[in-house]
């Protein structure tokens, strides 16, 4: 995923610029490049390299106090010097960084050939840069170039331009990629991910989509793109201000942020739950969602959408309400969802799923929904994302910035919030004040068990390593287990590209048991409930054609019935996906270590998914 840094003030831009993409290297890149304004002339320096070959190309420059920079993954035309950003216009007067991918990009650049403009890349970006510097003339302020000039572009885009006849400006854009200014002292940043400025700054202005920017070192104005909402929006965003810590972006002694961040679960869930659990009242407190008993009781089905990651914590979170509300519930890919034309029912309470808050599928579904009426919140981690902004209530996951791209400690708090609306809208209803206090016993429970499976690291690592060299294998879970399974496969696949399929156990039976053999391992999920015996049996069916088998269970299972055991403490059951999902993290982990694998950056890099 590309990145986008951007700096206006006192300070010499060129290191904030380089400190900033480099916070912004786990999202990974090909090339990057940065350009300032150095006595009103541009300076650009581009690698098909990394930060460090960037920095040591830039050297020892003079001191500029204006720049933009970026970090580029390939999209139109390859990794080389000269299709990384900034780009351009001929005359040098104009650079432009931009994420996100322009449609129409062919056609611009055509039109732009055809008036006799040499183009010097390959990519989407560089017709915008020629584009505003023919309409940036000396009646016309940068802002409103290039405002002209997206009207006349499909596609998404963040992007940041830079002017030399204005060395004082950004002028900045969002539709569908994020972008976020950080308000300091006589001076402003801007970037595609707070990780590249929360060292300077915690207060924030997220842009939507459609609004552009003119930001100066002490103002910033924000309009929309068409000329109508301009005086409405005005400069009046309020900025919020972020919880994370430049630490959190940071390894420590970690070797990756994946691992790192499986370990940060315990104290991740544990600010989840703070004030959340009620016992006086046996219930949970989620003031974000603002509603009251009545409207609580008023549901009548709840419907989660995610993508990924998120949405196996939405089947989690469903589970958890049919158990405990005794209403239905299901979840559905986002991505399905907006495209279905889905009937929209007054009655229902949507939940919108998302770590990063950006993802556009989900943002889509959650905007379709809003079109057509439906109750929407959101269980969003980044505070002021898109998601968030657009679901305007929800709940909030305070797992901390997670920077891996495989999801760990988001999707643990995800399930642990959906438990707690659960609980609230059980207690509403039928669930019995004993039922809720185990609940609110079992939650609190939940971050002390957690310790015990990461205590039993070197285990799991060791069972992993046994089984690397599989080509495939099986996640098998029924009700409670077949989200928890179908996770566990999603983080194998991505982060070690070993193939794995989640199936629900009694499916097995009718067709997948052909593909068992020695060479077939099955991870079977068992929580110790009122299943566990269809469970062994499962087991048992695999073993008889010969299929090596990793029970990953809360239960105590007959000796010698799997092949390798991974044990978790025992606690409420209708919680026990939360806790057997992390073994599954930590398998899935050591597998890919084995097999050398770049684990937080692997080949799909689906972190949150904002183009198309
Ligand atoms: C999770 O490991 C994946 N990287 C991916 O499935 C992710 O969960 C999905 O793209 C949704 O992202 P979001 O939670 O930021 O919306």
């Known amino acids: ?210 609004e552009v920017a003119a930001v100066h070192a002490s103002d910033y104005r924000v309009v929309s793109l068409d000329d109508s909402g301009r005086r409405a929006s005005g400069g009046d965003k309020v900025p919020t201000t972020v919880e994370a810590e430049a630490d959190d972006y940071e390894l420590g002694p970690y070797e990756d942020f994946m691992r790192k961040e499986i370990h940060e679960q315990p104290e991740a869930l544990r600010r989840a739950l703070r004030g959340r659990l009620d016992d006086r009242f046996s219930t949970a407190r989620l003031g974000g969602i603002n509603l009251d008993a009545r409207q609580l009781r008023s549901i009548r089905q709840v419907k989660f959408l995610g993508c990924g990651s998120a949405y196996y914590a939405g089947q989690m979170g469903a589970v958890l309400v049919e158990e405990l509300a005794r209403i239905p519930s299901d979840a559905e890919p986002a991505s399905e969802f907006r495209y279905r034309n889905p009937v929209v029912d007054p009655d229902t309470l949507y939940v919108a799923v998302s770590q990063s808050g950006e993802t556009l599928d989900t943002l889509m579904a959650v905007q379709e929904l809003r079109r057509k009426g439906g109750q929407v919140i959101g269980a969003v981690n980044v505070v002021g994302s898109a998601i968030g902004r657009e679901c305007g209530t929800g709940v909030f996951l305070h797992a901390g910035p997670e920077i891996a791209v495989a999801s760990t400690k988001a999707l643990t708090n995800m399930a642990a919030s959906f438990a707690m609306l659960a609980l609230l809208l059980g207690r509403v209803r039928d669930l019995s004040a004993a039922s809720g206090q185990r609940m609110v016993t079992g939650l609190r429970a939940l971050p002390g068990q957690m310790e015990a499976i990461l205590a039993d690291e070197e285990h799991i690592a060791e069972i992993a390593r046994r089984f690397a060299a599989a080509e495939h294998m099986f996640f098998i879970g029924r009700v409670r287990g077949w989200p928890v399974a179908r996770e566990g496969a999603q983080k194998l696949k991505e982060i070690s590209y070993v193939h794995a399929e989640a199936y629900q156990a009694a499916e097995l039976k009718h067709g997948p048991l052909a593909l068992i053999n020695a060479s077939m391992p099955s991870v079977v999920v068992v929580p110790d409930d009122d299943l566990l015996s269809k469970n062994v049996s499962t087991i048992e069916q695999i073993k008889a054609r010969g299929g090596p088998v990793i029970a990953v269970t809360s239960a105590e299972l007959p000796p010698s019935l799997a092949d390798a055991v991974i044990r978790i403490p025992r606690g409420e059951p209708e919680l026990d996906p939360l806790l057997l999902n992390v073994p599954l993290q930590m398998l899935a982990y050591h597998i890919a270590a084995k097999l050398g694998r770049d684990i937080d950056k692997p080949r799909n890099l689906a972190k949150s998914v904002t183009v198309e």
């Open 1 to 210: 995923m590309c990145g986008i840094v951007g700096y206006i003030g006192r300070r010499d831009a060129i290191p904030v610029v380089l400190e900033g993409l480099r916070s912004l290297e786990y999202r990974g890149y090909d090339s990057a490049g940065l350009a300032v304004i150095y006595r009103n002339k541009l300076q650009v320096t581009k690698t098909a390299g990394r930060v460090q070959d960037l920095r040591d190309r830039v050297g020892d420059r003079a001191r500029a106090t204006i720049g933009i920079g970026h970090t580029r993954w390939a999209t139109h035309g390859e990794p080389t010097d000269a299709n990384a950003h900034p780009h351009t216009d001929s005359t040098g007067r104009i650079a432009i960084v931009h994420n996100g991918i322009i449609e129409n990009a062919e056609q611009l650049r055509d039109a732009l050939t055809q008036r006799g403009v040499a183009l010097a890349s390959d990519t989407d970006t560089e017709a915008l840069a020629h584009m505003i510097a023919a309409e940036a003339t000396d009646d016309t302020s940068l802002e409103d170039a290039v405002r002209r000039v997206l009207r006349h572009v499909e596609g998404t885009y963040g992007l940041v331009v830079l002017d030399t006849r204005n060395p004082a400006e950004l002028v900045v854009a969002r539709n569908g990629s994020p972008i976020v200014l950080g308000i300091g002292a006589s001076e402003m940043f801007v970037a595609s991910d707070v990780a590249a400025l929360v060292r300077y700054t915690k207060q924030v202005v997220y842009l939507d989509d459609g």
